[in-house]
Structures are given as C-alpha cells and as structure tokens.
Nanobody, 120 residues
Framework: QVQLVESGGGLVQPGGSLRLSCVASGSIFRLYVMGWYRQAPGKQRELVASISSGGNTVYGDSVKARFTISRDNVKNTVFLQMNSLKPEDTAVYSC??????????????WGQGTQVTVSS
C-alpha cells in the first residue's frame, strides 16, 4: 500500500505564508498525480492544486496566483507553497496521490490531513 504523511500546517496571520509537504511511501510501483484538497467546517471539499508526474499543474480558482504546487519525483514528495494567506484559507488540507502500488490497480490514496488556520 501507499502511505502519505503531511507536514507544515499551523497557525499564521493573514498575509503570511506556509509551506506544506507530503511524502508518499510504501509499495509504490508508479506515482501519477499528486495534489491537495481542503475542507473547511460546513463547506464542501475543494481541490486546491494538483501536479502530474510531468509537472503539469491545476489550481483551484480561489488560490490561483497565491499558491504554488511542486513535487520532487525522486523523493515522492509534493509541496504546497501558500502565500498571501487569507482567513478563508482556513481548512484541513489533505494530500492525495494516484498511484499503482505494484498490484496493477491504480487508485487514490489520502493523507491524514493537516490543519491550516489563518487568523490574527
């Protein structure tokens, strides 16, 4: 199986920055898209950003020009640099990946989530 471990969440003031990291480990034959979703209390989960193994990126409309996603394919790690943070960015951020864990069955795996709170 594939395990995802996130780090980097916390409390930050409006206008500040945070960098999230997510490392994929375990039995990984091939790692495809990696990315982040977020969910705030009482709201639907929304895509924050995703990145393909080739580096193609997709961003949610609310974070474009403020957040940057990147990945290290050697270390199976995805990063989310979040700048100009707003209170409405407060949410649990969950990392995901589409991977083939060497059983020929590509599927999605999730991390446990990390809290990001933007408040003064």
């Amino acid at each position: 199986q594939v395990q995802l471990v996130e780090s980097g969440g916390g409390l930050v003031q409006p206008g500040g920055s945070l960098r999230l990291s997510c490392v994929a480990s375990g039995s990984i034959f091939r790692l495809y898209v990696m990315g982040w979703y977020r969910q705030a209390p009482g709201k639907q989960r929304e895509l924050v950003a995703s990145i393909s193994s080739g580096g193609n990126t997709v961003y949610g409309d609310s974070v474009k020009a403020r957040f940057t996603i990147s990945r290290d394919n050697v270390k199976n790690t995805v990063f989310l640099q979040m700048n100009s943070l707003k209170p409405e960015d407060t949410a649990v951020y969950s990392c995901y990946c589409n991977a083939d864990p060497d059983d020929g069955n590509t599927r999605r795996f999730w991390g446990q989530g990390t809290q990001v709170t933007v408040s003064s």
